[in-house]
C-alpha cells in the first residue's frame, strides 16, 4: 500500500494532479478540499494516499489530511458507494460538515452533492454513524460556523484573494450559510466590491 507521497507537483487538472517522486510521475486523484489547498506546480507537496487495486486499473488517491483519507476510506467501505462518489462529498463538503451531518441525521446536506440521491444518503447516514472519529462528538452549532468561515476564507485564499478581502468577504455572509454556498456568495460581494 502506499500510504503518503512527497514530491514536486507537476500539474493539476482537477480533479487529478500528477506529483513527480523522485522522477516517476504519479497520477493522483484529489478531492476539491485537497486541491484548493494545493500549492503552485512546481512547489513541494506531501499528500496522504489511498490506492485501491481494481481488476482494470490501480487508482491512486492523495489527501491533504488523514482525516480526509479516513473518511475516504469509510466511505468506499459502504455498498453502493464507489471512489467517484465518496471524492464528489468530500469536494462538496468538509469532513467536519459530514461528521455533523452523520450526528444530526441530515440527508438534506448529502442530497445536495451530485449523484447523491436520498437512497444514498440515508445508507450514508446509518453506516457512518460512529465512525468518522471524535469531531462528531463534538458538535456544536458555533463550532460549525467556525469551520466554515475558516475554510471559506481558505478558498478564497486559495483563489487568489487576499487576507483582507477574504475576512472582509466572510463577516459578510449569513451565519447559515453553508461553505460551498457561502463561497459563491464571497466570491459575488468581492467580484461587486471591485
Known amino acids: 500500500m502506499i500510504g503518503r507521497l512527497q514530491g514536486v507537483l507537476l500539474t493539476k487538472q482537477p480533479p487529478q494532479i500528477v506529483l513527480d517522486v523522485g522522477g516517476v510521475g504519479y497520477e493522483i486523484d484529489v478531492p ?3 486541491f484548493f489547498d494545493l500549492p503552485g506546480v512546481g ?3 506531501m499528500l496522504y494516499t489511498h ?3 481494481r481488476e482494470d486499473a490501480h487508482l491512486l488517491f492523495g489527501f491533504a489530511t488523514e482525516t480526509e483519507r479516513e473518511a475516504f476510506r469509510q466511505l468506499v467501505k459502504i455498498s453502493g458507494v464507489g471512489a467517484r462518489t465518496a471524492l464528489a462529498l468530500l469536494s462538496g ?3 467536519t460538515d459530514l461528521q455533523h451531518a452523520v450526528k444530526s441525521d441530515d440527508s438534506t446536506r448529502l442530497i445536495k452533492i451530485p ?3 436520498k437512497k444514498t444518503a440515508e445508507r450514508l447516514l446509518l453506516e457512518l454513524r460512529g465512525k468518522l472519529g471524535a469531531a462528531e462528538a463534538d458538535f456544536t452549532p458555533a463550532a460549525e460556523t467556525a469551520d466554515h468561515h475558516h475554510d471559506i476564507v481558505n478558498a478564497l485564499l486559495s483563489l487568489g484573494y487576499n ?3 477574504a475576512d472582509w468577504a466572510v463577516k459578510q455572509l449569513p ?3 453553508t461553505v460551498a454556498d457561502g ?3 464571497a466570491l459575488q460581494r468581492l467580484s461587486k466590491d471591485k
Request: proline content about 0%; hydrophobic content about 50%.
Open 183 to 185: 463561497i459563491r456568495l
Open 51 to 53: 490506492l485501491m487495486v
Open 93 to 95: 463538503m468538509t469532513v
Open 32 to 34: 476539491m478540499s485537497t
Open 115 to 117: 449523484g447523491i440521491g
Open 163 to 165: 487576507a483582507r478581502e
Open 43 to 45: 512547489e513541494q507537496i
Open 175 to 177: 451565519q447559515e450559510a
